[in-house]
């Protein structure tokens, strides 16, 4: 084809919604929309698409697992496919005979209480995930922790293009008066919000947490009332951009006790403004903070008072470390590097 005039590329997704794969593809439009003609391709849409980008709702199942045919219509009509996951999407982009990058955020299919649907759904991603990585023309890889995954799991080796940051703030960062932690994400049994709430029972009394993200705060409340931390524990619910910035920049230190991430995209966003974290030791999290070393690590909720000493006694120092590891790991940089993988399909 020629290259005069802009590629038409789908960016597919299950659910463009706020949350990690959310603003992985919202940074995709906004910093390659001028170089591609980009459609958004979603299940469904929560959250508001960029200026100038065309959105298209559609379901992937006719009935599962049977994919949606008018969706593998749609998708013929672009010269590339780039699937974030999601196994409807990616069947149907099979199904089309696209030229297709799948980027690998890290799959957790089995639910920790699974309903009839769910669980056959993650048996039939386990089943059928490896195969469709195989098929695809490029992998990605988010982090080097979910490209070792995908040798194992999969048996592709993956390009590793790690996410980015949008804010770096610039100067010294002031040390906060108030030692609040802050979490982002998901409000769940399987993020670790339990284990947060029992590290702060052992941590000092002017310790806070505020917690940000979707879900409902309701299975966490007679614990946080028997152990006395009403006063210390915030449910914000979802915040938008904004909003989200002010939390980051008025925090003490992220933190994190999620039992599977791929990367933790708000790691690396409280670093951006200057602030270490406190992870669960392991996956994406643990390679970002060690990596950065801009942080601390644990193991059992009863290290949290411990890591938030390590932070206290090394704020300065960290939020430097955190601040230098941000300004290398950009959404820009991150969109270059997929721009130069399109144009090899092209």
Known sequence: MSLSRQARIAVCIGAFEYGGQGTVVEQELLHLQKRFDLTLIAENIRRPVPDGVTAVEIAAWRTFPTINPSLSQLLRGFEVVHCHDSLGMMLASRAAGARLIVTSHGIAPLRLRPTARSAIEGIVTLATYPRLYRSANVVVAISHYVAGWLREFAKVDATVIPNGVAEVATG?????????????????????????????????????????????????????????????????????????????????????????????????????????????????????????????????????????????????????RAIAFAQRHTWAEAFAAYQDLFLSLL
């Open 172 to 320: 010294r960062p002031m040390r906060p008066l108030n030692r609040a932690l802050l979490y982002v994400g998901e409000i769940s049994r399987r993020k670790g919000i339990r284990d947060l709430i029992a590290g702060l029972r052992s941590a000092p009394s002017d310790v806070t947490l505020d917690l940000v993200g979707r879900g409902s705060a309701e299975p966490f409340l007679a614990e946080i009332d028997r152990w006395q931390l009403t006063d210390r524990i915030h449910f914000r619910g979802i915040l938008d951009s904004a909003a989200l910035s002010l939390a980051y920049a008025a925090t003490y230190c992220t933190c994190s006790a999620s039992l599977w991430e791929g990367f933790g995209l708000p790691i690396l966003e409280g670093f951006g403004f200057g602030r270490p974290s406190i992870v669960r030791a392991q996956g994406g999290m643990l390679e970002l903070v060690e990596q950065a070393g801009a942080g601390c690590s644990f193991r059992r909720p009863t290290e949290i008072a411990g890591c938030i000493e390590v932070v206290t006694e090394n704020w300065d120092e960290l939020s430097q």
